[in-house]
C-alpha cells in the first residue's frame, strides 16, 4: 500500500535554530500533500498545503515566515520551523494523497514528528 | 461552515464487546466522511470512508461505520472489541475544497481485558 516516510521521528532543538522535517512519499506520486500540527490530547490542524513546483498554501493565523514549505519534487516536502521556540514545540504530521487529489481519496499519514525546543 | 463532532472524550469497554465511537458532521452538500485510527506518537491510519451508496461501511481490522443522513452521524462500531484496538480515533470530513480534512476532536478508545 501507499507509505508516506516521515523523518526525523522526534528531535530536540535550542531555541532560535531552525528545524527540518522531510515528508517522502515511497510508492508513489504526490502532487499534493498536506502538513499538519498536533498539540497534546487535540486534534490535527491544518496547517498548510503543499504543491509540487509552486508555493505553498498556509492556513488563516499559520506564518509562513516560520514554517517554510518546500515541495521540490513529486515525492518529497519538506518543512522548515525556523527560529523555533518552546511553543513551537508539538507533533507535525504530513500527509499525502495517491494520485490527484478528490472528494473521495483518503489520505496517506507519516509517522510524525514531535519537535521539542528547549 | 464544515465540522466535525465526537461527543466523547474517552469510550471504555470489555474485550469482546461491541464497541461504538460516535461523529456527527455538519456539511453543506454531500457529506464525504472518513475515519482514521492514530497509535501513540504516530500518525493517522486510514479506516474507512463513506462517498456514496450503501450507509453501512466496511474498513480495516473488522471495523464498520453507519452513515446516517437524517441524525448526520457516522459513528464507527466492530461487533468484538480487542485490546489492541485501545487507541486514539479520529473522525473526519472532507470541505471547503477537496483539499480540506476537518478532524473531529478525537475519541480515545480503552479495551480492557
Known amino acids: 500500500g501507499a507509505v508516506v516516510s516521515q523523518h526525523p521521528s522526534r528531535v530536540i532543538c535550542k531555541s532560535g535554530t531552525s528545524v527540518k522535517i522531510e515528508c517522502r512519499s515511497l510508492?508513489?506520486?504526490?502532487?499534493?500533500m498536506f502538513w499538519y500540527r498536533q498539540f497534546p490530547k487535540q486534534s490535527l490542524m491544518l496547517m498548510a498545503t503543499?504543491?509540487?513546483?509552486?508555493?505553498?498554501?498556509?492556513e488563516q493565523g499559520v506564518e509562513k515566515d516560520k514554517f517554510l514549505i518546500n515541495h521540490a519534487s513529486l515525492t518529497l516536502s519538506t518543512l522548515t520551523v525556523t527560529s523555533a521556540h518552546p511553543e513551537d514545540s508539538s507533533f507535525y504530521i504530513c500527509?499525502?494523497?495517491?494520485?490527484?487529489?478528490?472528494?473521495?481519496?483518503?489520505?496517506?499519514f507519516g509517522n510524525g514528528t514531535r519537535l521539542t525546543v528547549t | 461552515a464544515q465540522s466535525v463532532a465526537q461527543p466523547e472524550d474517552q469510550v471504555n469497554v470489555a474485550e469482546g464487546n461491541p464497541l461504538t465511537v460516535k461523529c456527527t458532521y455538519s456539511?453543506?452538500?454531500?457529506?464525504?466522511l472518513f475515519w482514521y485510527v492514530q497509535y501513540p506518537n504516530r500518525g493517522l491510519q486510514f479506516l474507512l470512508k463513506?462517498?456514496?451508496?450503501?450507509?453501512l461501511v466496511k474498513g480495516s481490522y473488522g471495523f464498520e461505520a453507519e452513515f446516517n443522513k437524517s441524525q448526520t452521524s457516522f459513528h464507527l462500531k466492530k461487533p468484538s472489541a480487542l485490546v489492541s484496538d485501545s487507541a486514539l480515533y479520529f473522525c473526519?470530513?472532507?470541505?471547503?475544497?477537496?483539499?480540506?480534512?476537518?478532524f473531529g476532536a478525537g475519541t480515545r478508545l480503552a479495551v480492557h481485558p
Open positions: 500527509s499525502a494523497s495517491l494520485g490527484q487529489v478528490s472528494y473521495n481519496s483518503p489520505l496517506h
Open positions: 510508492d508513489f506520486q504526490a502532487t499534493t
Open positions: 503543499s504543491n509540487e513546483g509552486s508555493k505553498a498554501t498556509y
Open positions: 456539511v453543506s452538500g454531500n457529506p464525504y
Open positions: 463513506y462517498i456514496t451508496g450503501d450507509n
Open positions: 473526519a470530513v472532507r470541505a471547503g475544497g477537496y483539499n480540506k480534512l476537518i
